[in-house]
């Protein structure tokens, strides 16, 4: 179990602070597992290789790649400008962190798949791959520096 973040604003003349303190991290994942009902059990995947794997594709990769590769295209045409507050790898980390798509995928597996027992599978690949695109997000973020930083 990890400590609360204390997180801190500050107004631009600097006179007043506001302290907010984040739940910690365990709280929300547990909160949403809970309410989406998902069974972690073996028998929710059998039979459902391919679907789960496509789940966690898009993900951990589509939903990365395509944040990093428009933002590199849009930056390449002129049509943006990359700021050098961050660096392209705290860019990559923002990318995978985008793959914890947990609510809006539910909402989509539910409207998507009729079959019980491939909505059971789909939860569950959403599940794994929310907890492994935030522990991605974590390392890539870990020690990044920014671009003015490095």
Same mark, same amino acid.
């Given at each position: 179990?990890?400590?609360?973040?204390?997180?801190?604003?500050?107004?631009?003349?600097?006179?007043?602070?506001?302290?907010?303190?984040?739940?910690?991290?365990?709280?929300?994942?547990?909160?949403?597992?809970?309410?989406?009902?998902?069974?972690?059990?073996?028998?929710?995947?059998?039979?459902?290789?391919?679907?789960?794997?496509?789940?966690?594709?898009?993900?951990?990769?589509?939903?990365?790649?395509?944040?990093?590769? #428009? /933002?590199?295209? &849009?930056?390449?045409? !002129?049509?943006?400008?990359?700021?050098? $507050?961050? *660096?392209?790898?705290?860019?990559?980390?923002?990318?995978?962190?985008?793959?914890?798509?947990?609510?809006?995928?539910?909402?989509?597996?539910?409207?998507?798949?009729?079959?019980?027992?491939?909505?059971?599978?789909?939860?569950?690949?959403?599940?794994? #791959? /929310?907890?492994? &695109?935030?522990?991605? !997000?974590?390392?890539?973020?870990?020690? $990044?520096? *920014?671009?003015?930083?490095?």
């Amino acid at each position: 179990m990890s400590l609360p973040t204390i997180l801190t604003a500050r107004q631009y003349d600097q006179e007043t602070e506001i302290s907010l303190l984040a739940y910690p991290p365990p709280v929300l994942p547990t909160f949403a597992l809970a309410n989406a009902g998902v069974v972690l059990s073996a028998d929710a995947l059998d039979g459902h290789g391919l679907l789960v794997l496509a789940i966690m594709t898009r993900l951990m990769l589509g939903k990365p790649l395509g944040l990093i590769g #428009a /933002s590199k295209i &849009a930056v390449r045409t !002129g049509i943006a400008e990359k700021l050098g $507050a961050y *660096s392209w790898r705290q860019h990559a980390g923002a990318g995978a962190l985008a793959g914890i798509g947990f609510t809006m995928s539910l909402f989509i597996a539910g409207q998507a798949f009729s079959s019980a027992s491939e909505f059971a599978a789909a939860k569950t690949a959403i599940l794994v #791959a /929310s907890v492994s &695109a935030r522990t991605i !997000g974590a390392i890539i973020l870990w020690n $990044a520096k *920014s671009s003015s930083e490095a």
